[in-house]
């Protein structure tokens, strides 16, 4: 079985600006306790809170707006009957 070596690999928008990074486990290491520290969800409850919030964060609405908008074709066209 030949083995494959994945860098970092990084996650772009549409217009070429880096949003997310995948790493490799040695380096996800070093800045894992960063991150939980940066966006901690320590459970259930507190999940329900953040999504209580995003209905008042007029960016996170504008966004699902408009990706519910991209994808109304779509999800029309899976639940039409099948022929």
Not at 17 to 37: C, H, K, S, T, Y
């Amino acid at each position: 079985m030949a083995t494959t070596v994945i860098g970092r690999q990084f996650i772009r928008d549409v217009e070429g600006n880096a949003v997310g990074v995948i790493l490799p486990l040695e380096e996800f290491a070093l800045v894992e306790e960063a991150l939980r520290q940066f966006a901690p969800v320590r459970g259930m409850e507190e999940k329900l809170v953040q999504i209580q919030q995003a209905v008042d964060d007029i960016l996170f609405m504008d966004d699902l707006r408009r990706t519910m908008s991209d994808f109304a074709q779509a999800n029309a066209k899976w639940w039409e009957p099948a022929e």
